[in-house]
């Protein structure tokens, strides 16, 4: 992975020898370190499920692998953006060792602008996503942000404001702005 890393850094093409399977030659050329591997398959086809699954994998330490149809790939990037922030590192990889073989390793926003410019929109698609960092906590001053908004605003306001504030995610502020309230209501 290190040395796939050097490549990727360089600028130049990196490109799998067929395997065994899509998924195997997508993080062999990922070049992406973490805590092990997560093969999720596909993610769930309604946004609503799918967003959920892709925030429980949001602070995940391994590096995360997943098959996404055609169809649904600017989709999937726009929700992966959207619970993940568009620096996270990825790496496409579709029609892997065929004639319109693509692989592009760029932080999920350009990777979703790129899709969308993309005539393309065939073949399948391997996904693999750069581990996530895990927190145990919210940043002392993301909580000083939420924690002051709430006595002011809704939970939602209040989160939805502090991450425009701290750049902190919107639905990690939501989480602990609900599990704060719901403390507040029982000591009283």
Not at 13 to 29: F, K, W
């Given at each position: 992975?290190?040395?796939v890393?050097?490549?990727?850094?360089?600028?130049?093409?990196?490109?799998?020898?067929?395997?065994?399977?899509?998924?195997?030659?997508?993080?062999?050329?990922?070049g992406?370190?973490?805590?092990?591997?997560?093969?999720?398959?596909?993610l769930?086809?309604?946004?609503?499920?799918?967003?959920?699954?892709?925030?429980a994998?949001?602070?995940?330490?391994?590096?995360?692998?997943?098959?996404?149809?055609?169809?649904?790939l600017?989709?999937?990037?726009?929700?992966?953006?959207?619970?993940?922030?568009a620096?996270?590192?990825?790496?496409?990889?579709?029609?892997?060792?065929?004639?319109?073989?693509?692989?592009?390793?760029?932080p999920?926003?350009e990777?979703?602008?790129?899709?969308?410019?993309?005539?393309?929109a065939?073949?399948?698609?391997?996904?693999?996503?750069?581990?996530?960092?895990?927190?145990?906590?919210l940043?002392?001053?993301?909580?000083?942000?939420?924690?002051?908004?709430?006595n002011?605003?809704?939970?939602?306001?209040?989160?939805?404001?502090?991450?425009?504030?701290?750049?902190?995610?919107?639905?990690?502020?939501?989480?602990?702005a609900?599990?704060?309230?719901?403390?507040?209501?029982?000591?009283?």
């Open positions: 992975a290190r040395l890393e050097a490549v990727h850094a360089a600028g130049l093409p990196v490109c799998p020898i067929p395997g065994p399977s899509a998924v195997a030659a997508a993080l062999s050329v990922s992406f370190v973490g805590q092990g591997f997560r093969f999720i398959g596909f769930p086809p309604k946004t609503r499920a799918r967003r959920e699954a892709i925030r994998l949001a602070d995940d330490p391994a590096v995360i692998a997943l098959y996404e149809a055609p169809h649904r600017q989709e999937c990037l726009d929700d992966l953006v959207a619970e993940l922030g620096e996270r590192q990825a790496l496409l990889a579709r029609e892997i060792s065929k004639t319109f073989e693509t692989i592009r390793r760029l999920l926003g990777l979703r602008d790129f899709v969308r410019d993309q005539q393309q065939r073949g399948e698609c391997v996904l693999v996503l750069a581990p996530g960092e895990q927190r145990t906590a940043a002392a001053e993301s909580r000083r942000v939420l924690e002051i908004l709430l002011e605003v809704s939970p939602a306001q209040a989160a939805r404001l502090a991450a425009a504030i701290t750049g902190e995610k919107r639905s990690v502020l939501y989480d602990w609900l599990a704060a309230k719901s403390e507040q209501k029982d000591s009283e």
